[in-house]
Nanobody, 124 residues
Framework: QVSLVESGGGSVQSGGSLKLTCVASAYRGHSMGWFRQAPGKEREGLAA???????TYTDSVKGRFTISQANNRKTLYLQMNDLKPEDTATYHC????????????????????WGQGTQVTVSS
């Protein structure tokens, strides 16, 4: 069992930046990532780091968002720059303990655990 708590969301203007933080209750050799969900829309995988340290981003955030992980692998970050109104959503940190790849996680959002989420609102 892994519990995840996100923080760092807020309201910014278009072009602004935010840094999200996620703290896991324990490290179980899991892969971690971020996904978001806007009202009425499907979950969208954004970025992930697998247990081998490989990183994948979805195309819509490449060059704007950066995922990183603390050395203890229990804290995950998402630095978000050049935010756009279409980035408005609830952002969730997620983890999975079975073997998988970052690419698979971003494409499928197939995680076993996720946090309550933190709201990001970008105004034009």
């Amino acid at each position: 069992q892994v519990s995840l708590v996100e923080s760092g969301g807020g309201s910014v203007q278009s072009g602004g930046s935010l840094k999200l933080t996620c703290v896991a209750s324990a490290y179980r050799g899991h892969s971690m990532g971020w996904f978001r969900q806007a009202p009425g829309k499907e979950r969208e995988g954004l970025a992930a780091i697998d247990d081998s340290g490989r990183i994948t981003y979805t195309d819509s955030v490449k060059g704007r968002f950066t995922i990183s992980q603390a050395n203890n692998r229990k804290t995950l970050y998402l630095q978000m720059n050049d935010l756009k109104p279409e980035d408005t959503a609830t952002y969730h940190c997620a983890a999975v303990t079975r073997g998988t790849t970052a690419e698979h996680l971003v494409a499928t959002v197939d995680y076993g655990y996720w946090g309550q989420g933190t709201q990001v609102t970008v105004s034009s």
